[in-house]
């Protein structure tokens, strides 16, 4: 005779039910670095505002017409150095006959952003 089959005991269900959860699926997709495009944004803007000053010392005013003898430097400035022109220009138009004295030090710090923007574009670019 077959002996009756016993009920699992309370204990023997519970480790029966808890038991470790799977893993989820790894995804295959990557999540995007959206890094760089927020430093060239950025950068957009950083070298965008000093352009836009330029142009509305070039339209509504006469100061970069007085600070440059012609409009190439500006042009150049423009292009290349716009936070070294648009200060040299706004350190002219406080004194409006020359940048002396103290003048210089925006003008020196207007070159570093320059070079700072041009270095970090150069790496950005790589």
Known sequence: MNPLPTAPSI????TQTFQQLPRPPKHLE???NTDGLIALTLLFVFALFPRMWILGFWIFGGQLGDAYSSWI??????????WTT?????????NS???TGW???PVAVGALLDLWFLAILARLTR
């Open 103 to 105: 003048e210089w030090l």
């Open 86 to 94: 648009l200060l040299y220009a706004w350190m002219w138009a406080i």
């Open 30 to 32: 990557e999540k995007k």
């Open 73 to 82: 430097i500006p042009a150049a400035g423009f292009i290349l150095a716009p």
């Open 11 to 14: 204990a023997d269900a519970m």
């Open 97 to 99: 006959n020359a940048v």
